[in-house]
């Protein structure tokens, strides 16, 4: 199942998100995760990694994430 990091602004509302493609892909999110939570200085920057089967639902079981969405690259 692919897997999803989503890198959330609490006070801009800017979102990040990786996709991570294949089977292995929630694990590959995962790790990802850990490795930006150990490197983050910023408290207003919430990180969580998801398994799903497409960016669509992740967008509608997160959607608290993407309201009022200010993508970044």
Not at 19 to 41: I, K, N, V
């Amino acid at each position: 199942m692919s897997g999803f990091v989503v890198e959330y602004n609490r006070r801009t509302r800017e979102v990040r998100v990786t996709e991570f493609l294949g089977s292995a892909g929630h694990r590959a999110a995962l790790r990802r995760r850990l490795e930006l939570e150990a490197m983050r200085t910023d408290s207003d920057w919430e990180i969580a990694s998801l398994a799903s089967d497409s960016i669509e639902t992740v967008r509608r079981t997160h959607s608290r994430y993407f309201e009022g969405e200010r993508a970044s690259a």
